[in-house]
């Protein structure tokens, strides 16, 4: 485009000078200027095909760097959510372990408060030695229970806080997703 507009450039100041000068002096400058012209599209021609060659090159080159970076980006995402799948699936078999203590835990605590209830029941009616053991029992009984409801305190707030790890488990993947996008 660059060679289009200074050839119309050139071409007033050719007008004028062919109008003031001889025509053999005309067809001179006709002549160069042809001579001119191949050869500037041939020296052009050879630099275009370098030039295309240089293109190409640094072309596939920043193709490869893409390649790689984009590549070396998803390995890291996919870590990424391969940790938090197996932090969340270690959270859900953490809370299934302790819904199934905690059940257990309940049926116990029922069958030792029915001993208690029994055991204090069967306390009027036997001897002094009886109910000696019976009180012992007893005692021992309403420790467990105590120690129990201890427990039972201890895995309501492991609970709470499985509950909370994965309320910011499930944020942390919101976050994660709005980042990737």
């Known amino acids: 485009?660059?060679?289009l507009?200074?050839?119309n450039k050139d071409r007033p100041h050719i007008k004028k000078s062919l109008s003031d000068s001889s025509p053999t002096s005309s067809a001179a400058t006709t002549r160069s200027l042809r001579h001119e012209r191949p050869s500037r599209l041939s020296s052009s021609?050879?630099?275009d095909v370098s030039n295309d060659s240089t293109t190409n090159h640094a072309e596939s080159?920043?193709?490869?760097?893409?390649?790689r970076l984009s590549a070396r980006k998803k390995a890291v995402e996919e870590t990424e959510n391969n940790d938090y799948k197996k932090m969340y699936e270690k959270a859900l078999s953490t809370n299934q372990r302790l819904k199934s203590k905690l059940e257990t835990s309940k049926q116990e605590l029922v069958l030792i408060q029915d001993q208690l209830q029994r055991v204090q029941g069967r306390a009027g009616d036997c001897g002094s030695t009886v109910l000696e053991a019976?009180?012992?029992?007893?005692?021992?009984l309403k420790k467990r229970i105590t120690d129990m409801e201890d427990q039972l305190k201890v895995?309501?707030?492991?609970?709470?806080?499985?509950q909370?790890?994965?309320?910011?488990?499930?944020a942390l993947i919101r976050v994660i997703t709005k980042l990737s996008k």
Not at 61 to 67: A, G, S
Not at 134 to 140: A, C, L, P, Q
């Open 5 to 7: 507009l200074s050839h």
């Open 164 to 170: 909370r790890l994965k309320d910011e488990n499930g």
């Open 155 to 162: 895995k309501a707030e492991l609970k709470m806080e499985n």
């Open 134 to 140: 019976e009180r012992k029992e007893s005692w021992s």
């Open 1 to 3: 485009m660059s060679s």
């Open 45 to 47: 021609g050879s630099s």
């Open 61 to 67: 080159y920043f193709l490869r760097r893409e390649n």
